[in-house]
């Protein structure tokens, strides 16, 4: 079972491949669309979304023209 809050040493990454959920810390699967932060299903990046994400969400830098 995962815990509901995110640990902290969880963190985004630069790609899924090898990446962590930031939400729980199991593997990540899925990605925010906008700003690439990975998770592992989307029940962890629909709660991390709920708890303040929708508020911090950006695209990367270097995806800002």
Do not use: I, M
Not at 5 to 16: F, K, Q
Not at 21 to 45: E, G, H
Not at 50 to 59: Q, S
Request: charged share 25%.
């Amino acid at each position: 079972n995962r815990s509901r809050g995110a640990p902290p040493d969880a963190g985004p990454g630069a790609s899924r491949a090898g990446r962590t959920c930031s939400w729980c810390a199991s593997p990540a699967a899925v990605q925010c669309s906008l700003c690439k932060q990975a998770y592992c299903d989307p029940d962890c990046q629909r709660a991390d979304w709920r708890a303040g994400h929708r508020f911090e969400c950006a695209p990367p830098d270097d995806a800002r023209p």
